[in-house]
């Protein structure tokens, strides 16, 4: 594997620069295939090794790197040195490249590229993920999915990596709305619909109650009445606030399974009602709390007035806001979970918002509040259902689900499934996802139905028939093939460059690790898919002589494991075709 050939390397390049192997094996990185050469395997960048000199007495880099390379010798493993532009390039003995990788790929399973040199002494962290955080009793929308997949990543990716992992659901259910819904369920609000489609109905309250209470200022004074009555504890009130957020979490529940999603924790904003009163007691024990004219309370971060920096911490009927719960539940979270780093995952839009928390939390005196770290995300625009407008979360799958049966459908080649409705759901998921990861997570973009179930072509459902297509390879060949194979039946350039990119994938989880962009890992699925179907036209199985058969799915296998384990990161669950 990639991590045994980098250390091998780097004991060697250890000798010749003075320097220990592990302050080597980082600078020495997998080269990118290219279609039009054959390329050496890994490489050095000689000005890594020169970052400490300052520009003008650093000596000339190609000189450095051809001086380097006439110290160093090939060996068992290297069996080429040569020099790139500012590079020592290094190509790996092709028989050794072919078993290592080949063996390492099946025997490492799901933990393939995790064991890399790259992740070797990584300090094991307690990590706390808040992602998805829907509005209880509001539209379940598409940027709550946006959230919900990216926040889904991260914590998979973590916990691959061998972290302590706690999801945490931070459900929008306090506040004025929940006056407004108490008091429109009151007026228009059934017990039979609110049971058979809990988020739909509370939905058609919300909307309608708002509507009458712009033209009706008693409805207004009522739904103020009933929060007060739910901030005072009132038992009548909480019950049926309690109601509605049961039968949310419940209907969330099923949805989150359908996008293969779970959660450690369901919290909410109210938790933390009582809490944050002790966090606006500390802020005013330190001097931080100041009312202005109208009787709220606020913070100022810069200390001289500056209008940007000012963060309302109180309403002026003493009732928090979302900032002060926020304080309240990272306080909490600390005490609980004594987090080594927790990461909230939402809209751009918020951004200004956390740097104001983790700011107030400094001064506060809680030095853990830069392990805080907010991921944000742009916005999706133009995802509207056949039905409109409306853009619910189930509305969306739904939609997702029945185009790719249609799709499928419409595909001669597609066998007789099982389950033809999940494998559907699946597909469409894998699509949606890849649409949504390929860019920067900070760029907004343009959501396009056509776009999304291309089957050729950077998408999910490419990917997806990539991997059942050579799933079926195994199961029509599979049978007393995979037990050895012969590595000079693979040297071929096809394979090579296969090999060559099953080499790289630690590089890219490594990539992904440090800046929590799922888009190194969709790139390097697409690229292997497309050398998989590239290589699935020429390197035929039936017909050719089992050794070099053999030797061939033990290669496609490989191909099939490490695009299932990267896919599986990115949170899509891969199919086969099997019926």
């Keep these: 594997m990639a991590c045994g050939f980098r250390r091998s ?328 979970y004594n987090f080594d780093t927790m990461i909230y995952v939402t809209d751009k839009g918020q951004t200004k918002h956390f740097q104001q928390v983790f700011q107030m939390l400094q001064i506060m005196g809680y030095d853990w509040a830069e392990r805080c770290q907010h991921v944000p995300f742009g916005v999706v625009q133009g995802m509207k259902t056949r039905r409109g407008n409306v853009t619910f979360l189930e509305d969306v799958l739904n939609e997702i689900r029945s185009r790719m049966l249609q799709n499928m459908a419409s595909i001669k080649t597609t066998k007789e499934l099982e389950n033809p409705q999940q494998t559907a759901e699946r597909v469409g998921l894998a699509a949606l996802i890849i649409q949504d990861f390929r860019g920067l997570l900070l760029s907004d973009y343009q959501f396009s139905w056509d776009r999304v179930f291309q089957s050729r072509g950077d998408t999910g459902v490419f990917l997806q028939y990539t991997h059942a297509r050579l799933h079926s390879l195994e199961e029509t060949f599979g049978c007393g093939y995979l037990n050895d194979f012969n590595t000079a039946c693979l040297q071929d350039p096809q394979s090579v460059s296969i090999l060559q990119h099953l080499l790289r994938f630690d590089e890219v989880l490594c990539r992904s690790s440090q800046d929590l962009q799922p888009r190194h890992i969709v790139s390097y699925l697409l690229t292997l898919s497309h050398l998989a179907a590239m290589a699935h036209k020429t390197l035929l199985i039936k017909d050719s002589p089992p050794e070099v058969a053999g030797a061939r799915l033990h290669l496609f296998r490989a191909v099939r494991s490490v695009l299932a384990n990267g896919m599986k990161l990115l949170g899509i669950t891969p199919v086969t075709l099997t019926a």
């Design 9 to 336: 390397i780097a004991c060697q390049l250890s000798r010749v620069l003075d320097l220990p192997p592990e302050n080597l094996i980082k600078s020495i990185s997998a080269i990118p295939i290219s279609r039009k050469e054959e390329v050496a395997d890994f490489q050095l960048c000689v000005d890594s090794l020169l970052e400490n000199n300052n520009d003008h007495s650093r000596p000339d880099i190609q000189v450095q790197a051809t001086r380097l390379a006439e110290k160093l010798k090939c060996d068992t493993v290297v069996s080429e040195i040569s020099t790139g532009r500012g590079t020592v390039n290094f190509k790996i003995n092709r028989e050794l490249l072919t078993k290592t990788v080949l063996q390492q790929v099946i025997n490492d399973g799901s933990k393939y590229g995790l064991k890399s040199e790259l992740f070797s002494g990584l300090p094991q962290k307690k990590i706390v993920v808040e992602f998805s955080s829907p509005n209880v009793a509001k539209k379940f929308h598409v940027g709550h999915l946006r959230s919900t997949i990216i926040g889904n990543f991260i914590a998979n990716l973590k916990e691959a990596l061998g972290h302590q992992v706690t999801r945490i659901n931070y459900l929008g259910d306090w506040g004025m709305q929940f006056g407004l819904l108490g008091t429109g369920f009151q007026l228009f609000g059934y017990e039979e619909k609110l049971q058979s489609n809990p988020l739909q109905h509370l939905f058609e309250v919300y909307v309608q109650v708002n509507k009458e209470a712009a033209d009706d200022k008693n409805i207004g004074k009522s739904a103020h009445e009933f929060f007060q009555r739910l901030e005072l504890g009132d038992t009548q009130a909480l019950a049926l606030w309690q109601k509605f957020r049961d039968l949310s979490i419940e209907e969330y529940v099923r949805i989150y399974k359908r996008l293969g999603v779970h959660f450690d924790e369901y919290s909410g904003e109210s938790f933390y009602r009582e809490k944050s009163q002790e966090v606006l007691k500390l802020l005013d024990s330190k001097g931080l709390l100041q009312k202005t004219v109208k009787g709220t309370a606020i913070v100022d971060l810069s200390g001289n007035g500056d209008p940007s920096s000012i963060c309302t911490v109180m309403r002026s009927d003493g009732t928090s806001l979302y900032a002060t719960r926020d304080l309240a539940a990272a306080i909490d979270r600390m005490d609980k």
